[in-house]
């Protein structure tokens, strides 16, 4: 409950619209629904045919907080750049097709090669290994659809709703991004006067 309430407050922190908060919080549950009935669905079907690829061990219970933390970024990068395609002026459905065929490919890329990674595991000669590495295949392309693609979709169905009712709001740039843009640009402009400094610190 207290990880649910501290996920709510920072995406309302980021986002800045309570109906963003929801379709994300729609999106990260469905996220987990879908991998779980999935993991049954495998497990079942698996073991009828007399070789068993679910055992569900410890490393399953990382499941949830692996999904929900890479869900939570797919759904604020796209979000975010939907938000920003907006304040420069494009129209609700331009800004969602900017969106996901910018940023939906780079999720993609990273949540294909996010699965592989975990489907290295298949290898192992521990059977935990070899299913929590399924397990996490399943909800990481379960996270892709629900949270990179189902949500900016989503956010786009209501605005448009809006927009026919003539009550979609405008984008304000102070509020697209948690952290003002001139702390961003101080931290840069400090790190480039210390350059050197700050190689050696990384």
């Known amino acids: 409950a207290a990880m649910g309430l501290i996920v709510i407050i920072l995406l309302w922190g980021s986002l800045r619209r309570w109906s963003d908060v929801a379709i994300v919080s729609a999106g990260l549950t469905l996220s987990l629904v879908w991998m779980f009935g999935l993991i049954g669905w495998v497990g079942e079907a698996s073991q009828a ?103 900016p979709l989503v956010r786009l169905d209501i605005d448009l709703w809006l927009e026919r009712k003539g009550k979609l709001p405008d984008e304000d740039k102070d509020k697209i991004h948690l952290i003002p843009s001139h702390w961003l640009a101080g931290v840069a402009k400090t790190s480039a006067i210390f350059g050197p400094i700050v190689i050696l610190a990384a």
């Open 49 to 151: 045919v007399g070789y068993p690829l679910i055992e569900r061990s410890q490393f399953s219970n990382l499941l949830p907080i692996l999904i929900l933390a890479l869900g939570i970024d797919d759904s604020l990068h796209v979000l975010h750049r939907y938000k920003e395609e907006r304040k420069n002026g494009s129209d609700s459905l331009d800004s969602a097709t900017t969106s996901l065929t910018r940023v939906g490919r780079a999720i993609l890329l990273t949540s294909i090669t996010t699965i592989a990674a975990f489907s290295a595991n298949f290898v192992s000669d521990i059977p935990a290994l070899r299913s929590f590495g399924l397990e996490a295949a399943l909800g990481v392309g379960s996270a892709f659809v629900l949270t990179g693609l189902w949500a």
